[in-house]
């Protein structure tokens, strides 16, 4: 494990895709917390108006080293297998970036709207410490 992803636990979106990653990737390469969890949060330096700005990756061998919304969506994207190819494609394309970075921008002020609101926080199977403080559910 080497890298923390930090994930909204009440979006419907950001839990799917979640899922989807932790199928991929069965957690081999990424640990997963949720924004929710303050306490575990508080320990990387990471407050609520940090996790307003979108998800968050951090490098796991060196917690300084962190990506934060469409730059995580990116380098996760990057760090599965051959995923550097298409990432490397996206960002050789004039404009993508720029309007990767808008699309992500929209899409993360209002996931409630878009993709509703989870009643119960979600919580990976794949926890940043291996002792999950609730079920996965």
């Given at each position: 494990?080497n890298?923390y992803v930090?994930?909204?636990?009440?979006?419907?979106?950001?839990?799917?895709?979640v899922?989807?990653?932790?199928?991929?990737?069965?957690?081999?390469?990424?640990?997963?917390?949720?924004?929710q969890?303050?306490?575990?949060?508080?320990?990387?330096?990471?407050?609520?108006?940090?996790?307003?700005q979108?998800?968050?990756?951090?490098?796991?061998?060196?917690?300084?080293?962190r990506?934060?919304?469409?730059?995580?969506?990116?380098?996760?994207g990057?760090?599965?297998?051959?995923?550097?190819?298409?990432?490397?494609?996206?960002?050789?394309?004039?404009?993508?970036k720029?309007?990767?970075d808008?699309?992500?921008?929209?899409?993360r002020?209002?996931?409630?709207?878009?993709f509703?609101?989870?009643?119960?926080?979600?919580?990976?199977?794949?926890?940043v410490?291996?002792?999950c403080k609730?079920?996965?559910?």
């Amino acid at each position: 494990m080497n890298y923390y992803v930090i994930y909204d636990g009440n979006c419907n979106l950001c839990v799917t895709l979640v899922q989807l990653l932790e199928t991929l990737d069965q957690g081999k390469l990424f640990r997963y917390v949720s924004m929710q969890d303050e306490e575990t949060l508080c320990q990387w330096g990471i407050t609520s108006t940090d996790c307003q700005q979108g998800m968050i990756l951090i490098d796991g061998n060196a917690i300084e080293r962190r990506w934060q919304g469409s730059n995580a969506a990116e380098e996760i994207g990057r760090l599965l297998p051959l995923g550097s190819i298409f990432v490397d494609a996206y960002r050789m394309l004039p404009g993508m970036k720029w309007a990767g970075d808008r699309f992500y921008e929209q899409i993360r002020d209002h996931r409630y709207t878009l993709f509703g609101k989870r009643y119960q926080t979600y919580q990976s199977a794949y926890c940043v410490d291996g002792i999950c403080k609730t079920n996965h559910q």
